[in-house]
């Protein structure tokens, strides 16, 4: 089974700070993807990677940033953490081979803005 | 663009009455759909994922058939029980690659004794 990992799994933020959010995956996967989850929006895709060192902007980048440092490890960063960005958040990483397609989950992180 | 709705935004069922989730989507491409589960306080993960053919994928009691010409993936199972209570959703692959899916708003299925 696909592994991904992300950290820290709460967060409590206030107005205008930073905050970065951390995913790790083991599954050897090209791809990976933060997703943000609210109630009545589902999930909705803010940054995504298909190689190290290079990011992409999903469907509703604003307010967010990526880094992609290696195959394994992709972060997101929030420069001026607003209200409206508290939310759970997804990392997913997917590949290629038998279960192409499939994304993987990581556990989540809760942010809380206040 | 792609899109993909899904119409009840909770369904709530008594154990053992049968359960249909509906999912329709806008695709001018996409040969294939998927359900993901996901339960309270956990990560989403992949329930199903339709054949190109007419097979129907089952899972854990679940199946859903891909109907092309009028562009649904309804999930369904015969009976419902406590241990399907959970957030579903449908999601579509994007044309633009790179493995990305479009999901539906998801669908909350509580289900009582």
């Known amino acids: 089974e696909a592994a991904v990992t992300q950290s820290p799994r709460s967060k409590v933020a206030v107005t205008g700070g930073k905050v970065t959010l951390s995913c790790h995956q083991t599954?050897?996967?090209?791809?990976m993807y933060w997703y943000r989850q609210d109630t009545g929006h589902g999930l909705r895709l803010i940054h995504y990677?298909?190689?190290?060192?290079?990011?992409e902007k999903g469907d509703i980048p604003d307010g967010y940033k990526a880094s992609r440092p290696s195959q394994e490890n992709f972060s997101l960063i929030l420069e001026l953490a607003s209200l409206s960005q508290t939310a759970v958040y997804f990392c997913?990483?997917?590949?290629?081979?038998?279960?192409?397609?499939?994304?993987?989950f990581g556990p989540g992180t809760r942010l809380l803005v206040l | 663009g792609d899109s993909v709705t899904q119409t009840e935004g909770l369904v709530t069922l008594t154990e053992g009455l049968p359960v249909m989730l509906n999912c329709t989507y806008q695709s001018t491409y996409s040969p294939f759909l998927f359900w993901y589960v996901q339960h309270l306080n956990e990560a989403p993960k992949l329930l199903l994922k339709?054949?190109?053919?007419?097979k129907r994928p089952e899972h854990q009691g679940f199946h859903a058939t891909l109907h092309k010409s009028s562009s649904s993936f309804h999930l369904q199972k015969s009976s419902a029980q406590l241990s399907d209570s959970a957030l579903y959703y449908c999601a579509l692959p994007s044309d633009s690659g790179y493995n990305k899916l479009t999901f539906g708003k998801g669908t909350v299925l509580l289900v009582s004794p």
């Open positions: 997913a990483s997917s590949g290629l081979g038998v279960n192409q397609d499939t994304q993987y």
């Open positions: 339709s054949f190109t053919d007419n």
């Open positions: 599954n050897n996967h090209d791809y």
């Open positions: 990677s298909y190689v190290a060192d290079s990011t």
